[in-house]
């Protein structure tokens, strides 16, 4: 039996959503429906979006940070309208103004300016996946260690690490990787003492494990355990980098220089895709012994880099990074307000705009994420946690938009609690 869209779909957003089932997603349309989310983004601007049936949502999920500084910033869509003035794609063989200054940028914007040496790759996945062989020619060792709840893409190398479920669905799970609960010391420094590591990937702030936050003294003792075994510390930052903790790398804020960092997402200023690997020189050896080890065609393509430099000096303002401080603090003040009304809000997690909020509920994630859809907020629930949701504002919103989503989210809240208070079972 054919899909159908929910009833009273529109006739194009309905349209689309059959092409989606039949060629492109079935099970991801048959699951938002499941959940009772039906949405097909159309138009997009700053903060907000709207549906092809021209309902609007506030973007409190970003894409996972794809959309820092918003939706089409002028200022990027106008460097990606010069870009095309003079550049395209271009030839990833050779040296390229472009490339090169935006790796100059990134450089110079790493944590200590310590890392010099630059990969530019068309994903985040990717750029984790060149971040472990980095790690593994520096060592000349094999394994990888990364947390329980880490979710580093779904490549090759990055998707056997941390949570394994899509490679062992591919038949593409490895030995060579292994994981160690989040914030925990001994059980670090037990996988590391074979001396036999290449490379531990640290999720700064597990994302899809629900932002879980480290306790004091966790990522320098990390740092420490990973010195004293000859590992090469990756600090994967695609989603809690360029801004988002009120300094520009969270690693940076707990005192921690890694060897390694990856960033992408918001490096795109969502336009164009680009990641980045971000090295110290043990790290680079590889870069000096043979320039084709790593090609990609796409990686770093040049009208990429243009939207990238600008995305980063945007991200790097610091009437940008004030301003992430001034919001967090706005969130957390109406947070704690509404959870002393709200029970089924059982915990706030917020570093900067990096926050999680988990609920009473197994569920709750989940169930929030659909009462916040009725409410007009698109926000996602924690994949490895279905208690929780991820709540992620842009680096840019103001204190109106503040004050809306938080109108916005006790609504959600007060059909949510309601529901899971009569027992019905949420979904």
Request: net charge negative.
């Amino acid at each position: 039996m054919g899909y159908e869209p929910p009833p009273g779909t529109g006739a194009i957003k309905a349209a689309t959503l059959r092409r989606s089932h039949r060629y492109l997603m079935p099970h991801r349309v048959e699951s938002f429906d499941r959940m009772g989310v039906s949405f097909v983004i159309d138009r997009r601007e700053g903060y907000r979006l709207w549906d092809l049936d021209g309902r609007e949502l506030l973007d409190l999920h970003l894409n996972g940070g794809t959309f820092n500084l918003g939706h089409r910033h002028p200022a990027l869509v106008a460097a990606l309208i010069e870009g095309l003035e003079r550049y395209d794609i271009g030839n990833h063989h050779f040296p390229s103004e472009p490339r090169s200054l935006l790796a100059e940028a990134l450089a110079d914007a790493s944590p200590a300016g310590a890392l010099r040496k630059v990969v530019l790759c068309p994903s985040g996945s990717e750029a984790i996946d060149v971040a472990i062989r980095s790690a593994r020619h520096a060592t000349g060792r094999r394994r990888v260690v990364a947390y329980d709840g880490a979710f580093h893409g779904r490549s090759g190398l990055s998707g056997a690490a941390g949570d394994d479920r899509a490679a062992r669905l591919f038949h593409s799970e490895s030995s060579d990787f292994a994981v160690v609960p989040f914030d925990d010391l001994d059980a670090a420094e037990a996988a590391l003492a074979g001396n036999d590591v290449a490379a531990f990937l640290c999720e700064v702030l597990p994302a899809t494990a629900g932002f879980l936050m480290p306790s004091d003294g966790y990522l320098t003792g990390l740092r420490e355990l990973c010195d004293r075994h000859g590992t090469m510390l990756v600090a994967d930052e695609v989603q809690t980098g360029l801004g988002r903790t009120g300094g520009l790398w969270a690693i940076e804020g707990f005192g921690v220089v890694p060897d390694i960092l990856v960033t992408g997402k918001g490096l795109s200023g969502g336009l164009y895709p680009v990641a980045a690997v971000l090295l110290q020189e043990r790290a680079a050896g590889w870069m000096h012994e043979d320039g084709w080890a790593y090609v990609s065609t796409f990686g770093g393509s040049e009208l990429g880099a243009v939207v990238a430099r600008r995305a980063l000096e945007l991200s790097a303002d610091p009437a940008t990074l004030a301003n992430v401080t001034a919001v967090s603090e706005a969130y957390g003040r109406g947070f704690a307000d509404l959870q002393r009304g709200y029970p089924f809000l059982a915990e706030v997690r917020r570093r900067g705009v990096v926050m999680a909020l988990r609920f009473d509920h197994p569920w709750g994630g989940i169930t929030m994420a659909r009462h916040l859809f009725e409410a007009g907020v698109w926000a996602m629930f924690c994949g490895f946690d279905l208690s929780a949701l991820q709540w992620k504002p842009g680096l840019l919103v103001d204190e109106a938009f503040v004050a809306e989503s938080l109108e916005r989210f006790e609504r959600a809240l007060a059909a949510a609690s309601d529901e899971v208070a009569a027992g019905r079972t949420p979904a």
